[in-house]
């Protein structure tokens, strides 16, 4: 199931920043714990960060301290703020969610991806 659209990805030099979004569509009434990941090319997928429903938040070793997850439950939102990034940052990134439809269904979430490239 195809129910988050990511966003903010782009294009950007060694050191710049980017911030991706995950919207929940309207077939998602709310989002508990979700994750962001990221496959790189020839490469398996890999969890970035993840956060709970009550905020407690997660980290792999090789972006901690550089990105942060946060969420905006009024907009049904969750985020991923990237500084400092590298070229081994090149991925397409990917959230995942454990939510609850609007039917009333809870289920597992995946939204189609956005491509980050950084240059070195």
């Known amino acids: 199931q195809v129910q988050l659209v990511e966003s903010g990805g782009g294009l950007v030099q060694a050191g710049g920043s980017l911030r991706l979004s995950c919207a929940a569509s309207?077939?998602?009434?709310?989002?508990?714990?979700m994750g962001w990941y990221r496959q790189a090319p020839g490469k398996q997928l890999e969890l970035v960060a993840g956060?709970?429903?009550?905020?407690?938040?997660n980290y792999a070793d090789s972006v901690k301290g550089r990105f942060t997850i946060s969420r905006d439950n009024a907009k049904n939102t969750v985020y991923l703020q990237m500084n400092s990034l590298k070229p081994e940052d090149t991925a397409v990134y990917f959230c995942?969610?454990?939510?609850?439809?609007?039917?009333?269904?809870?289920?597992?979430?995946w939204g189609q991806g956005t491509q980050v490239t950084v240059s070195s």
């Open positions: 309207r077939t998602i009434f709310s989002i508990n714990a």
């Open positions: 956060i709970t429903g009550r905020r407690d938040t």
């Open positions: 995942d969610a454990d939510a609850i439809s609007i039917e009333h269904m809870f289920i597992r979430a």
